[in-house]
C-alpha cells in the first residue's frame, strides 16, 4: 500500500530509486509525444456519444456545453502544468497526480482521495475499453456468421489475451508510436462515421428527424445533467501529470504544445461527430451513435464496409486507450515490486512485472465480462472521476501555489469554475445513478448484449 509522501520524497535525486519513475514513468519524450498520449487518452469512442448528448441539451445548448467544457479543460490543464512547473523550478518535481496534491495542499489525506479517485478512474476506463472492443469484434463476427453461437464474454476473452501481451511494453514512453497511430485512427474512423451520419441522413430510409426535448421539466433537467455529465467526461483524462513526467527535463513550456496539438484534433473530431450524428438522429439518437447507422429493425443506413472499417479502426484504438489508462496501474506495481538496481529487463523484475500485468488485465476483463452493462456504472465513474481531477483540483492547485496576490481575477475565476463544478458533479452523479436504478431491470450478469 501507498504512503503519504514527506517533503523530502520529491527531490530529484531520490526518483532516481523509484522503479515507478525509472522504469514506467521514464522522461525521455518530447513535446509531440505528450500530445499523442493526451490525444489517446482524451479522443476515443466516447466521441460516439456526444450525438446522443445533444438529445439532452439540443443543438445551441449542446454546443455551447461543448465549447465551454473544451474551453474549461484547456485551461485547467494548462494551469496545471504551470504548477508542475513551478514545482520542477523549486526542485521538487512530481511525476504523479497524487504527490503533487499532496504536496501542494498539504494534506496526507488528499493524496489517498486522489489515488483512490484515479484508480477507480483508471480501472474503470479499463474495463470498459475491453468490454467496447469485445462488443467490436462482436460486431464485426454477427456480421460475417449471423447465427454464430460465440457469445461477448468470448470475445471479450480474446481482447483480454492481447491486452496481457500488449502490457508488457514497460513503460509510458514506449507508447509513443502506438498512441501516434492512435490519433490517426481517431481521426480515421470520425471521419467515416461523420460520412456515415450524412449519407444517413439525406437517405430516403432515414428516420422522421426531432429535436425537441423532453416534455416534463423534471425528466428535462435530469437529461440534461446526464448530457453535461457525457460531455464532460468525454473531455476528461485525470493522468496530465503523469503524462507531463513521460518529457525529457525541463517540462517547461513543452506541455502547452501538447495540448495544442490534443486540442486540434479535438476541434475537429468532436463538433463534427456531435453536428453530424445529431442532425442525422435528432432525439432519436443512440448511445452509440453506430447502433443507429444499424439498426435493429430496418436495413443499415450506411455502406457496410463504412461501418466495418469504422468498428475495426475503433477496436484498434481501444487497445491503446487501455494501455495508456493502465499506465498509473503499472507505475504503482512497479514501485512496490520492483528493484532499480537490476534493470529494467532483469529477471527480478521481469517476472514480477509478467505476473501482475497480466493479473490486472484478467481482473479487468473478467469485470467486462461479468458487467457488460457497465456503461451505466462508468457514467458514474465519470462523474465522480472526471470532474473533480480534471475540472475542481487543477483550480485549487494554482490557487494554493500563486494564491491571491499574483491576480486575484484569476483567482476569482478559478473559485468559479471549482463551484460551478462541484455542483455539475454532483447533480451528474444523482443523474447517473438514477440512470442506473432505472435500467437495472434490463441488466443481467454475463450477458451477450451491452446495456
Excluded at 512530481?94 to 480501472?123: C, K, P
Excluded at 492481447?162 to 514506449?174: A, E, G, K, R, T
Excluded at 486507450?321 to 512496490?336: D, K, N, P, T
Aim: hydrophobic share 50%; with cysteine.
Amino acid at each position: 500500500m501507498a504512503h503519504p509522501p514527506q517533503p523530502d520524497v520529491f527531490a530529484e535525486y531520490r526518483l532516481d530509486s523509484d522503479a515507478g519513475a525509472v522504469f514506467v514513468l521514464e522522461s525521455k519524450g518530447k513535446w509531440w509525444h505528450a500530445g499523442f498520449h493526451l490525444t489517446t487518452a482524451i479522443v476515443g469512442p466516447t466521441i460516439l456519444t456526444l450525438p446522443y448528448a445533444f438529445r439532452g441539451l439540443g443543438w445551441i445548448l449542446g454546443f455551447s456545453c461543448l465549447t465551454g467544457m473544451g474551453c474549461v479543460t484547456f485551461y485547467s490543464y494548462y494551469l496545471m502544468s504551470l504548477v508542475l512547473d513551478h514545482c520542477e523550478k523549486d526542485g521538487r518535481r512530481h511525476i504523479r497526480f497524487r504527490e503533487l496534491a499532496a504536496d501542494v495542499l498539504g494534506s496526507g489525506w488528499m493524496f489517498y482521495f486522489v489515488i483512490f479517485i484515479q484508480t477507480a478512474m483508471n480501472i474503470g476506463v479499463g474495463i470498459g475499453s475491453i468490454l467496447l472492443a469485445g462488443e467490436c469484434l462482436q460486431i464485426m463476427y454477427s456480421n460475417l456468421s449471423p447465427n454464430g453461437s460465440l457469445k461477448l464474454y468470448v470475445f471479450i476473452a480474446m481482447v483480454t489475451a492481447v491486452m496481457v501481451v500488449l502490457s508488457q511494453m514497460p513503460s509510458f514512453h514506449s507508447l509513443r508510436h502506438l498512441n501516434f497511430a492512435s490519433l490517426i485512427l481517431s481521426l480515421a474512423y470520425t471521419f467515416l462515421v461523420v460520412g456515415a451520419c450524412i449519407h444517413a441522413g439525406l437517405s430516403k430510409n432515414s428516420p422522421p428527424r426531432d429535436y425537441s426535448l423532453e416534455s416534463k421539466s423534471s425528466a428535462r433537467t435530469f437529461s440534461a445533467f446526464t448530457s453535461i455529465s457525457i460531455i464532460a467526461a468525454s473531455f476528461g483524462n485525470g493522468i496530465l501529470p503523469e503524462i507531463q513526467a513521460t518529457l525529457a527535463p525541463p517540462a517547461t513550456g513543452k506541455m502547452f504544445k501538447g495540448l495544442v496539438l490534443c486540442y486540434s484534433v479535438i476541434l475537429v473530431t468532436f463538433y463534427t461527430a456531435s453536428a453530424s450524428g445529431y442532425w442525422a438522429f435528432g432525439n432519436k439518437s443512440n448511445s452509440n451513435i453506430l447502433k443507429s447507422l444499424m439498426p435493429d429493425d430496418g436495413p443499415a443506413l450506411a455502406p457496410p464496409i463504412v461501418i466495418a472499417l469504422a468498428v475495426l479502426f475503433i477496436l484498434l484504438q481501444l487497445f491503446a486507450i487501455g494501455l495508456v489508462y493502465s499506465q498509473v496501474a503499472y507505475e504503482i506495481m512497479e514501485q512496490q515490486s520492483a528493484d532499480v538496481n537490476q534493470g529494467m529487463f532483469s529477471k527480478r523484475n521481469l517476472i514480477p512485472r509478467l505476473i501482475l500485468r497480466t493479473l490486472y488485465n484478467i481482473f479487468c476483463g473478467f469485470m467486462a465480462a461479468l458487467l457488460p452493462f457497465f456503461g451505466d456504472i462508468n457514467g458514474v465513474i465519470g462523474a465522480i472521476g472526471f470532474i473533480p481531477l480534471d475540472f475542481v483540483l487543477p483550480m485549487l492547485l494554482y490557487n494554493m501555489t500563486y494564491k491571491r496576490s499574483k491576480s486575484p481575477f484569476t483567482y476569482r475565476i478559478n473559485l468559479f469554475i471549482m463551484v460551478v463544478f462541484t455542483g455539475v458533479g454532483i447533480m451528474g452523479t444523482f443523474s447517473s445513478i438514477r440512470k442506473l436504478v432505472i435500467d437495472a431491470n434490463h441488466f443481467k450478469l454475463f450477458s451477450s448484449d451491452v446495456a
